[in-house]
């Protein structure tokens, strides 16, 4: 078989660059180098253990179970014994969601007349006993960071290139430039920006770990 690149198996596999990458960095994938431009080389071997990493992650095997599968530690059954272990204590909280979800779907009240305490009380008794529900608030919370997350990165690198384009404007042509006071204050216009985007970042990012993410924690 001849060395594939990357996008070759991609393609073959169905694994995005991404997901390869990430395997590598785990330990669980390494292809040879190219000794002549460096690129990564992909045979057989490697497409087949892709192939076999693909598998375990579609019915949900842990990556470090998948190691100790790679290394020997255990074999297939073993893992998936351990696998099923995981799997069948899933499906006992996803049964307990259901009952619960079942029981409410007979009420005919409104939401905002639900006795939600009752509901409650019995589900906190369910996770005493080792049941776990989904929490959602949890997720709702990690969606909030990315948006202003994002908005900062676009800005500062905006900001950056901006003063970038000043020094290079300056550098290219010294006899035009402004005096130097008038420099500094076209330097650190946007350099201010940047620090007051990173600090409405900090301040929106400590607003919702304390706010949010403290409230989820008590449901």
């Given at each position: ?14 694994i995005?660059k991404?997901?390869?990458r ?12 190219n000794?002549?431009?460096?690129y ?63 029981l ?7 939401l ?15 996770e ?17 960071y ?23 404007g ?42 949010e ?7």
């Amino acid at each position: 078989m001849v060395p594939l690149k990357i996008n070759e198996v991609e393609a073959l596999v169905g694994i995005t660059k991404k997901n390869i990458r990430f395997y590598e960095e785990k330990g669980l994938l390494s292809p040879s180098r190219n000794s002549d431009n460096g690129y990564r080389d992909y045979g057989e071997e490697e497409v087949a253990v892709l192939r076999r990493i693909k598998l375990m992650r579609k019915l949900g095997v842990p990556i470090e179970e998948i190691r100790r599968m790679q290394e020997g530690a255990q074999t297939v059954g073993d893992g998936m014994r351990r696998h099923l272990i995981t799997l069948e204590r899933e499906r006992q909280n996803l049964e307990e969601s259901v009952r619960l979800c079942e029981l409410l779907k007979e009420r005919t009240e409104p939401l905002n007349d639900l006795d939600a305490a009752a509901v409650l009380t019995e589900l906190e008794k369910l996770e005493q006993t080792g049941t776990t529900f989904p929490n959602k608030q949890k997720q709702d919370v990690r969606i909030r960071y990315v948006a202003p997350i994002v908005v900062a990165v676009v800005m500062v690198i905006l900001l950056t290139a901006l003063i970038g384009l000043f020094v290079w404007g300056f550098a290219e042509d010294p006899a035009s430039s402004p005096p130097l006071a008038l420099a500094a204050v076209f330097i650190a216009i946007p350099s201010l920006l940047i620090c007051g985007v990173l600090f409405a970042l900090f301040q929106r990012i400590r607003e919702i770990g304390k706010g949010e993410i403290d409230d989820a924690k008590k449901y």
